[in-house]
DNA sequence: GCATGTGAATTCATTCACAGCT
DNA sequence: AGCTGTGAATGAATTCACATGC
């Protein structure tokens, strides 16, 4: 949780920032030039005065009577999440998702450099993934600073996350998105996203397994 | 939100009970034969009283002045998610998304079985992957219907994605987990966790852009 | 004595409703 | 008239605190 001034910013907030930014292109290549709070809140099933509320966290960007200019508003937001730049990112194991992550188009796009690979499979070091080497993971720290580097990906076995994960947070890299399925420890000023596939799929066999006591009373 | 007896179990409630199952792994690991609400709940930086509020939607699986039977509750949560049994899972689309999870070997021990992978590029169509067979998509309403699919995996192209997920749900399929980074609709009968790498970056770099912000205020 | 289970209290998030601007 | 921006009201999730049982 961040506060902005005094206001309380929440994780599902940001999200929605994220949802709006998307959507907000999408209604540009349509052709719009403003919207109101209700289209958007219809396109991604919210309630108008939730789209009002997010963006009224970070400042004034609509027009009484009028709505809000799409594009201007895309660039807002844009900003207000951090993405009108290019962030130095890491890489660490480049296994199936790490591959997977290197393909990843949007990621470029989206002004994610990955600018280090990192392993430790010795059959790894040295050859190149979309251009870029893999380094050994014995140097991880010390190349984290050289290159300034901003974000980390963690894409490594559970056994080995933590340790990974130690090394990222003392070269002072304070935002890490793990891919590993194990529990990570950081200090509370790095900021840790984790991403575990096997966890959304038992989301779906909860309501898979407990919709047939679905109550309504 | 499903309701069971009356209460109203959020999606946080049903997250967290996945961590406390591969908590529970590890303390049985370690060799604990049971543990407290607090125990569990400083692993996971969470309150005692969560913890013990979580597990008392579903019943009483503690023992006053004791705590929860390691083995006994891990299986019992096991029960509760839905994941004591196998899954028949399909996967629509081989890119790079596709492959890694094909080769996510915690997916089979889960008991999530890939029974049939699908694609709409002549080239892969016929080849195997990991010993199953790539379908065409064209066939995809029949094949889950005869393979009896309770799960589809979506990893197609943007643009792709809600026309997949149309057919998933014609053929009766009412759980999708989908790595394509765009809005889908489905019914309120059916349940969709999305997951999008470039909007976990995005939690991040809000964070990176807006902590020098911080109030304590 | 220790730790669960759970109503009551609190905190946090969302929605309402309306004043204010175009 | 239409739609934003925002305090106030509601609703949901979390935490408190204690009665209950081992």
């Known amino acids: 949780m961040v506060r902005i001034t005094g206001k309380r910013i ?4 940001i999200h929605r920032l994220s949802l709006y930014y998307r959507l907000l292109k999408v209604l540009q290549d349509e052709g719009y030039e403003t919207v109101s709070s209700k289209d958007l809140a219809d396109r991604e099933k919210l309630t108008p005065a939730q789209v009002r509320k997010d963006l009224s966290f970070f400042g ?14 895309r660039q807002q937001i844009a900003e207000i999440i951090g993405i009108n730049k290019k ?3 890491a890489l660490v194991g480049i296994g199936n998702v790490g591959s997977a992550l290197v393909s990843y188009k949007e990621f470029q796009k989206q002004g994610f450099h990955i600018k280090l690979i990192f392993d430790n499979d010795q059959r790894k070091i040295g050859s190149f993934h979309k251009g870029i080497e893999v380094h050994d993971v014995v140097n991880l720290r010390q190349m984290l600073n050289k290159y300034n580097i901003e974000i980390v990906i963690v894409a490594v076995p559970g056994a080995a ?15 890490i ?6 529990n990570l420890r950081v200090p509370s000023h790095v900021t840790l996203r984790s ?9 779906l066999t909860f309501h898979l397994t407990n919709e047939n006591l679905y109550y309504t009373a």
């Not at 996350?161 to 935002?175: F, I, S």
């Open 10 to 13: 929440s994780e599902s907030t």
């Open 60 to 73: 004034q960007f609509g027009t009484r009577g009028l709505g809000y200019p799409v594009t201007e508003l």
């Open 87 to 89: 962030w130095n990112v």
């Open 161 to 175: 996350a933590q340790g990974v994960v130690n090394e990222v947070v003392a070269a002072g890299v304070n935002a």
């Open 177 to 182: 998105l793990s891919f590993a399925p194990t």
């Open 195 to 203: 991403e575990n596939m096997a966890i959304e799929m038992e989301h």
